[in-house]
């Protein structure tokens, strides 16, 4: 078959696969190749067991894989024969030299700006996928224009705002797609070719554009006032704790006040994934570099509470078994930063667990779909863990379940047969407030919420 376009994403993680799987689905008549250098992640892709969950994936890559759309290691030749490139490698928080601990490691990009230069034979689009530092652009253009020749790169900024767990819909019905680009005539040519492949199923209204630093920029942004609403949020539920306030309400009354909002403001153990804070510590960084020390400290905060939330959990769990943990069993309920995904990157349950170790627990952990995962993360620590994935057989013989993840399934469980298998006094800990905690008290269990007074016999 002919197709009308060809498109190649470099990089086949948890962004740059979905999103080029959704581009295959909506664009029959375009063939997508997505690359990467890591071929298990490749063969993954190319089997029956995908590398990354995510709900309505499968169903998707089984309608378009083999029909327009190829996963591949073989990123030379892909670059050669395809014009129209997104980048969505990793670009991960820096852990060394200059920046170490907050700027965003560009290794991998500039790898792939160096492969694209040396492997093209014609003109090409160049779209930043990733997440990247404001004028990024600017040095990917100057390692394109160092070659020799005439082919042109336009480079443009694309970035992306899916959610994992809901990553599908989020790509199929996104609040916007964002193009930034030079506003020269063949800047604003790029832009209009890009705009093109997402009008197949994206009306134009949500088709935003703008200059390509304001574009890098918006990203880093909407992470950081995602993540502040979550750590504003946070913030208040220690107020609550000691005050007697329930944060559910707090929430429901501030959220209702339509220039709010009601979305974002659960309380919980904080927030996690690969993304949050990474991309608030780069924009802390960008701060800094540009002599805006007390903008840095806002946002740092963001970043602190959210320590802080997960070292108050801690402490409540101790401060309640009666301030030892040694030799207790504690089932962590959950290992995935959020529902619906097995990723576990940041997860504010990795640290946890730590703390629990570092106390002495004897540490159970489930999840169904975070186990392997889970894992490969303590690999290495000392104490004594286990991963058991059926909720009923992990919280047997435990004093205390930890509730990390929003799972649906830990909403519906039955806690009565719980309870019965556990040793006695049994506490929960709803680290995200999802369980039905009068239910759960009346049962027998102490019950210690987050940001709502704890509903104990203690
Ligand atoms: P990821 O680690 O899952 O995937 C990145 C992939 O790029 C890896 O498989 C890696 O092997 C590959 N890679 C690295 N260098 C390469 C090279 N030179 N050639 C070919 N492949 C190479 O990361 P991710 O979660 O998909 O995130 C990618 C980018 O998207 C990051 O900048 C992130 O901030 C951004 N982002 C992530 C999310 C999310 O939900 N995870 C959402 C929006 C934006
Ligand atoms: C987030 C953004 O929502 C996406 O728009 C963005 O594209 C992505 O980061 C990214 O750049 O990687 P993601 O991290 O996948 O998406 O998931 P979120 O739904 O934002 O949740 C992040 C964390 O905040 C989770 O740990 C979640 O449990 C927590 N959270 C979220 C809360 O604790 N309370 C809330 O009210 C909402």
Known sequence: MEFKKKILCIGAGYVGAPSMVMIAWKCPDYKITVVDINARRIDAWNSDKLPVYEPGLDAIVRKTRGRNLFFSTDVEKQIQENDIIFVCVNTPTKTFGAGAGMAADLQYWEKTARQILDNSQSSKIVIEKST????????????????????????????????EGTAIDDLENPDRVLIGSRETESGLAARAELAEIYSHWISSDKIITSNIWSAELSKLVANAFLAQRVSSINSISALCEKADADISEVARAVGTDSRIGPKFLKAGIGFGGSCFKKD?????????????????????????????????????????????????????????????????????????????????????????????NAAADLAGEKGKISYIEDPYLASSGCHALAIMTDWDLYRRLDYSKIYQSMIRPAFIFDGRNIVDQQKCFEIGFNVFPIGKPALTRL
């Open 132 to 163: 990247l530092p404001i004028k990024t652009a600017l040095a990917m253009e100057r390692i394109l224009a160092s070659g020799k020749g005439d082919i042109t790169f336009d480079v443009l900024s694309n970035p992306e705002f899916m959610a």
């Open 280 to 372: 608030i510590l780069n924009l802390v960084y960008l701060c800094h570099f540009y002599g805006l020390p007390e903008v840095a400290a806002y946002w740092e905060s963001v970043v602190k509470i959210n320590e802080y939330q997960q070292e108050r959990f801690i402490a409540n769990v101790l401060r309640s078994m009666f301030n030892t943990l040694a030799g207790k069993k504690i089932c962590v309920l959950g290992f995935a930063f959020k529902a619906d995904t097995g990723d576990t990157r940041e997860s504010p349950a990795i640290n946890i667990t730590r703390m629990l170790l570092a106390e002495h627990a004897e540490v159970v952990i489930t999840d169904p779909k975070a186990l392997g």
